[in-house]
């Protein structure tokens, strides 16, 4: 079975500061990763997607991934976070073998940005 | 940008009462998904549906679950009989078509209060 570890529950930074939130996953296949965010209130929206090709993704709101297949990680950066970035992260997994493609999900990671 | 919605936001039961948990997909779109958080822990896969059945289910969802398009536009999720640890964050989510890249676009969530 897939398994999806985030190794931050709680992250506070300042503004400017850089970001860097890890993401491991157990799962031998070839894999889909996912980074979601989830602003209070909000609904929980895709920040950026890796199924093949450059293993360094790039997503919304200047935020990058980076999949190094060796480690089974896809790790979230952002060189400078902003105030607006406050909000929960969740790395998700699905492989190709399940026919409803469920996605697996971390415990994902608090940030918090201090103004 | 078309958005998955689910009411209510938050719904508040005594055990052992019914609760039936609404959401409407994107228009276009084609599998459907319900997965919940319980607080402090992972979002966790419950079930998935397509073409008017349920494709895929974690052990989690058990008899006491059910899942209906009773119309174009609805899914809902039916706990019959509540339990205190029914008590999470349900969320639901869509894709347009089968194959594995396609993504999961995800709504606010309802959170549920079973007392």
């Known amino acids: 079975a897939q398994s999806v570890s985030q190794h931050n529950h709680h992250v506070i930074l300042s503004e400017a500061a850089s970001l860097e939130l890890g993401c491991n996953y157990s799962?031998?296949?070839?894999?889909?990763l996912f980074w979601y965010v989830q602003y209070p209130g909000q609904h929980l929206q895709l920040l950026l997607k890796?199924?093949?090709?450059?293993?360094l993704v790039k997503g919304i709101k200047g935020f990058e991934a980076e999949f190094i297949k060796s480690k089974f990680s896809f790790n979230l950066r952002k060189p400078s976070v902003q105030w607006s970035d406050t909000a929960e992260y969740f790395c998700?997994?699905?492989?190709?073998?399940?026919?409803?493609?469920?996605?697996?999900f971390g415990g994902g990671t608090r940030l918090m940005v201090k103004p | 940008e078309p958005e998955v919605t689910q009411t209510p936001s938050h719904q508040v039961t005594q055990m052992g009462q019914e609760v039936i948990l609404r959401c409407v997909p994107i228009?276009?779109?084609?599998?459907f998904y319900w997965y919940r958080q319980i607080l402090g822990q992972k979002v966790e896969f419950l079930v998935s549906?397509?073409?008017?059945?349920?494709?895929?289910k974690s052990e989690i969802f058990d008899d006491q679950f059910s899942v209906e398009r009773p119309d174009g536009s609805n899914f809902t999720l039916k706990i019959r009989s509540t339990k205190l640890e029914d008590s999470a964050m349900y969320f639901c989510?869509?894709?347009?078509?089968?194959?594995?890249?396609?993504?999961?676009?995800f709504g606010a969530g309802t959170r549920l209060s079973v007392l």
């Open positions: 989510a869509s894709r347009t078509q089968t194959g594995s890249k396609n993504i999961q676009y």
């Open positions: 799962y031998g296949g070839t894999v889909n």
């Open positions: 890796y199924f093949s090709g450059d293993p």
């Open positions: 998700a997994v699905n492989g190709p073998n399940n026919a409803g493609n469920m996605l697996t």
């Open positions: 228009s276009n779109h084609l599998y």
């Open positions: 549906f397509y073409n008017n059945e349920i494709s895929e």
